[in-house]
């Protein structure tokens, strides 16, 4: 009994060093997870501006491609390191856009070699870049 009484005195006595403590330690551990937060959203939105310029050169050469013959600018050779690109960036952006950038790439795969002769393939093409440029678009609407 008096060991419970001891230790419910010191309690009282030192309750304020106890909440300052719990105080500090929710303090501490808030503001290293609010980095955590700030850092991934950081590297995302970096990722999400790339995958943008990416897709805005990959359409551009698209355009050239089909629309003017222009073989130095619409070079759909140089088109795949922009497809490969946006694969790999998407991956750290939303399950959405990662999924984007992969149907893409695929989309890009299968009709970069008739893109200039043949409209459907720049149609599917430039329609896979605006389901991708939404998707990231809506990632970087959904950051905190």
Known sequence: ??????VMQQIKTHIVALISLVTALSGLLYNNW?????ELNHNMRNAAFEVLKDLGELQTIVN???????????????????????????????????????QLYLVWEKDWDTLNEDSVSEQRISQQIAETRSAVLTAIDTLQ
Do not use: C
């Open 34 to 38: 609010r980095d955590h937060q700030n």
């Open 1 to 6: 009994m008096y060991k419970k009484l001891n």
């Open 64 to 102: 050239y491609a089909h629309f003017e013959a222009d073989s130095t600018r619409g070079n759909p050779i140089e088109g795949w390191k922009y497809a490969i690109q946006v694969r790999d960036l998407s991956r750290l952006l939303s399950p959405a856009s990662q999924q984007k950038g992969k």
